[in-house]
C-alpha cells in the first residue's frame, strides 16, 4: 500500500513510475539517537525541547525532497586542497575520504548531494567567530560538495582537520572531524553529522561524543583507515559510509527484497 492506502501497483525494479506516491520512510530508531538534554554537553541545555515531544504523520512534502544535477556541481567542489588555494596549496596532511550512501536496507543512494565542511589542519574554521589562537591557512576554505553515483558512492581530498579546544568546560577539546550534511531522497531523510579518524585518543573524552548512548554507533563514526585505497606518495585514505533511513514498503511475494 502507499502512503495513501491505495494499492501499490509493481514496476519495473528501479524504475519510477510518476502517478505513485513515495513512500514513507521507516521511523527512527531513538535508541542510537543521544538525548537531547546533556548537562554534560553545555550547549544542550539550552537548546533542548522542555516538552515532550510529538510524532507527526509523514506528509507528501516530507518524503519527496530537493533533485539535483550534475551540472550543480563545480569541478573543483569535492577538492578541498584545490577550491581555495590561490599561492599554494593548503597546509596538513592530504587525504581522501570515501565511501557510499545507503539505507536502511542497503541500498544505495544515487545523486544525492553530500557537503562536508571542517577546520583546517591547525583545528581553526575559517569563521568570524572562530577565535582560537591557531592560524588561518590562506589557501583552505574548508568546505566542499559533490553527488554520488549510481552505486552511492562518492568521495574528496582534503587535509585531515586538526582538533581545537571550545568552551564546554574547563580544557574541553573537540577530536578532529568533519561534518556532514546528505540530503537523500526526501527531507526528513536529511542527516547532519560528523566523521571521526581512527586512533584519534581525543574520541573517548569528547562530551559531544559521548551523549551517544550505543558504542556500536559511536564506532560507525570513526572512519578506519583505508591504506588499500591511499595514493602513493600523495594521500592516505579513510572509509565512511553512511546510512540514511529506509522507506517502508510491501514485499511482494515474487520480489522479497520489497517494491
Not at 582534503?158 to 573537540?174: D, E, F, I, L, Q
Amino acid at each position: 500500500m502507499n502512503i495513501q492506502g491505495q494499492p501499490f501497483v509493481a514496476d519495473e525494479p528501479g524504475s519510477v513510475h510518476p502517478q505513485h506516491n513515495p513512500l514513507e520512510f521507516f521511523s527512527r530508531d531513538r535508541a542510537m539517537q543521544p538525548p537531547a538534554y546533556q548537562p554534560i554537553y553545555k550547549t544542550s541545555v539550552a537548546r533542548s525541547p522542555r516538552r515532550a515531544l510529538l510524532s507527526l504523520d509523514q506528509s507528501l512534502g516530507d518524503i519527496t525532497g530537493p533533485v539535483f544535477g550534475h551540472n550543480d556541481i563545480g569541478l573543483l567542489d569535492n577538492d578541498l586542497i584545490r577550491n581555495y588555494a590561490k599561492t599554494g596549496d593548503p597546509i596538513g596532511e592530504r587525504i581522501i575520504v570515501h565511501g557510499r550512501v545507503l539505507d536502511e536496507c542497503g541500498r544505495p543512494v544515487p545523486r544525492t548531494l553530500v557537503e562536508f565542511w571542517q577546520a583546517n589542519a591547525s583545528g581553526r574554521y575559517r569563521h568570524k567567530k572562530d577565535t582560537y589562537l591557531a592560524p588561518i591557512d590562506p589557501n583552505f576554505g574548508g568546505c566542499g560538495r559533490t553527488l554520488t553515483d549510481e552505486n552511492g558512492y562518492y568521495y574528496f581530498r582534503t587535509v585531515k582537520p586538526g582538533p581545537y579546544p571550545w568552551r564546554n568546560y574547563v580544557n574541553s577539546w573537540r577530536p578532529a572531524h568533519i561534518h556532514f550534511s546528505i540530503f537523500g531522497t526526501g527531507f526528513i531523510q536529511r542527516l547532519i553529522t560528523q566523521m571521526y579518524f581512527e586512533g584519534d585518543p581525543l574520541i573517548k573524552i569528547c562530551p559531544i561524543v559521548n551523549v551517544v548512548p550505543d558504542r556500536d554507533a559511536i564506532d560507525r563514526l570513526i572512519a578506519p583507515l583505508d591504506v588499500n585505497a591511499a595514493v602513493p606518495d600523495d594521500c592516505l585514505t579513510y572509509r565512511f559510509d553512511i546510512v540514511l533511513r529506509g522507506r517502508r514498503s510491501t514485499l511482494f511475494e515474487n520480489r522479497l527484497e520489497g517494491n
